[in-house]
């Protein structure tokens, strides 16, 4: 099981940083990515980052804004978010997987959810 945590209401412009860690156990040897689910959209890829942390892909919609990092030692995974927007509103879920190339685009694929974190940007 995956623990995710970190979410809340925000102002645009804000910031805010999640936390992913396991329950029990360890992600060491896995890509651990985030996802996002807007309301009444699909889940999408946002981030994710290679095992040893050698190796972060981002969805084009947040290059430059977000940034996806480990601690080995603290077994956590995080997600900085800057500069948000209403539009980045959604319920954020990490996931543990594989690093994946389609289409020219990098993502994930999860064998492993977490339970998700609200994050609300307000205008």
């Known amino acids: 099981q995956l623990q995710a945590s970190g979410g809340g209401l925000v102002q645009a412009g804000g910031s805010l940083r999640l936390s992913c860690a396991p329950s029990g156990g360890t992600f060491s040897r896995y890509a651990v990515g985030w996802f996002r689910q807007a309301p009444g959209k699909e889940r999408e890829f946002v981030a994710t980052i290679s095992w040893n942390g050698g190796n972060t892909y981002y969805a084009d919609s947040v290059k430059g804004q977000f940034t996806i990092s480990r601690d080995i030692a603290k077994n956590t995974v995080y997600l900085q978010m800057n500069s948000l927007t209403p539009e980045d509103t959604a319920v954020y879920y990490c996931?543990?997987?594989?690093?994946?190339?389609?289409?020219?685009?990098?993502?994930?694929?999860?064998?492993?959810w977490g339970q998700g974190t609200q994050v609300t940007v307000s205008s």
């Open positions: 996931a543990r997987g594989k690093i994946s190339y389609n289409n020219r685009r990098y993502s994930m694929d999860p064998d492993l």
